[in-house]
């Protein structure tokens, strides 16, 4: 029977293995959706397609969109090939259904499942079909949970598709040492046996060219995962158990062990291993003589000062003192700014000329590209043999593709502009992507390191500041 006055949306969905499928792509879907539109005399107001996104998580851009037009009333209608492809999680599914379409009067259909939210049976049938939706999914999570004990505790690594750093993976996923890395991560224990902090540690890397395994600046946090990775030591863990591992070991246990102690008591006494000022270390610098400017409080009172006019009784530096608020607040304001102002963010790329420093030899980042298309081969081998799920399958997929795409970029930059020692735009845009979290709820290390990725100095005058930007 033909309804009259029906705006109906159409959502479809696939996640990467699911394009394979004859009659599960994008444009079958589309195509089927239609014409169970036209036979109902349904008119279509857009099809919404989301490719290559997870049905665990609403954070779909076609999706939104679609759910916007919902509460602007543009749409009477949502028709979907299936239910999963609306959502893969119960709670999602019936958040959407009772939360958004219902409350603004637009009916739910499924085609394959002949489910209408018109009908009381179908509203019903929705609740039912969602619920075993989301068991499967929960299946399929323990299978993979048991999947991966059993690999740790026969001694190989379980973790997800990165390998810790220092190692990589061979062709059976068995891990195997890096010798770049592993130099690296040497080097960190070193350091924080010395009595160095994870900010220090990873400014100190950054300053003398050290990278990532993908040309980063090394991090605040990262510097912390490294020294806590057990599997450094030849053993592997997993849901807090350790175990015997199979590969080489890159950290004795010993040591190891002697850096879990401190890191323990780091954690009790945290103030005794890291500063608590913001700009403190060297990256206010004065305009005037070029000291640094160095913090200072007493009786409530908080500022900086040129290290000249704090110490020298001759030639002092009389540049202004600043309160430590009014510095701090202006910093953060304006790396919250390259947030949320592109054209402020583009002003500063374009404002950066000079020459890039070479950080990263090309031949060695042309065969991290070639070892992540190896790694999609074999996740894809895998999902053949042990049954992963479409979704984990799709996301990790999704994340190796983007990896291999920034060290293509990154690549191509270096070939093309030459050195540099500062952060590419697409680095820089990541840190951003951070900024807002770290300053709201990050710890003191966490900011200073946002600040010191982003920053190369700030330098006062008497009547200003200016920030040089490390990026662009």
């Known amino acids: 029977m033909c309804e009259k006055n029906v705006i109906v949306g159409l959502y479809v969905r696939v996640s990467t293995t699911e394009q394979a499928k004859e009659g599960y792509s994008l444009g079958e879907q589309e195509d089927r959706l239609r014409k169970y539109a036209d036979a109902h005399g349904w008119v279509v107001y857009r ?32 028709l979907v090939y299936k239910l999963d492809r609306l959502s893969r999680r119960q709670r999602d599914t019936l958040y959407m259904i009772e939360d958004v379409f219902n409350a603004c009067g637009c009916d739910f259909v499924s085609m394959t499942e002949q489910l209408d939210t018109g009908t009381p049976l179908g509203r019903a049938m929705i609740g039912i079909l969602s ?54 991560v040497r080097k960190i224990f070193d350091m924080y046996i010395a009595g160095m902090s994870f900010f220090a540690i990873a400014e100190k890397l950054n300053k003398e060219g050290y990278r990532t395994n993908y040309g980063h600046k090394f991090y605040y946090h990262f510097v912390e995962r490294v020294l806590s990775s057990y599997e450094l030591t030849g053993g592997v863990s997993y849901s807090g ?16 062990d002697k850096v879990q102690g401190m890191l323990e008591k780091r954690d009790r006494h945290p103030h005794s291993f890291r500063t608590i000022h913001l700009l403190s270390g060297g990256i206010m610098v004065c305009g005037e003589c070029g000291a640094s400017y160095r913090f200072l409080g007493s009786n409530g009172h908080r500022y900086y000062m040129c290290g000249n006019r704090l110490d020298r009784r001759d030639n002092k530096c009389y540049n202004t003192n600043i309160k430590a608020d009014d510095i701090e607040g202006e910093i953060i304001s304006r790396i919250k700014s ?26 060695a980042i042309n065969e991290k590209i070639s070892n992540i298309e190896r790694r999609r081969k074999r996740l894809m081998d895998l999902y053949e043999v042990d049954g992963i799920d479409f979704d984990d399958l799709n996301r ?77």
Request: proline share 3%; net charge negative; aromatic share 8%.
């Open 47 to 78: 099809c919404y397609a989301d490719p290559g996104f997870s049905g665990a998580k609403m954070e779909r851009p076609a999706l939104q969109m679609m759910l916007d037009d919902v509460r602007s009333g543009r749409l009477n209608k949502v």
């Open 131 to 184: 619920s075993f939706a989301q068991l499967e999914r929960e299946q399929i999570k323990e299978r993979m949970r048991l999947g991966r004990e059993a690999r740790a505790k026969s001694g190989r690594w379980s973790g997800s598709w990165q390998p810790p750093y220092g190692y990589a993976c061979d062709e059976n996923r068995n891990l195997v040492v890096d010798p770049y890395s592993a130099s690296i």
């Open 241 to 256: 158990e350790h175990y015997e591992g199979n590969h080489e070991a890159i950290i004795s246990r010993d040591t190891f």
């Open 338 to 363: 390259l947030a949320f102002d592109d054209e402020y963010f583009q002003s500063i790329v374009d404002g950066r000329s000079e020459e890039r420093d070479v950080s990263v030899d090309v031949a």
């Open 396 to 472: 990790r997929i999704g994340d190796l593709a983007k990896q291999q795409k920034g060290l293509a970029d990154e690549r191509d930059a270096i070939i093309a502009s030459g050195n540099s020692s500062r952060l590419s735009v697409e680095e820089a845009l990541s840190v951003i992507s951070t900024v807002n979290d770290v300053f709201e709820s990050g710890t003191i290390d966490e900011k200073r390191s946002v600040i010191s990725a982003l920053i190369d100095a700030i330098v006062v005058y008497p009547e200003s500041i200016e920030i040089h930007w490390s990026f662009g």
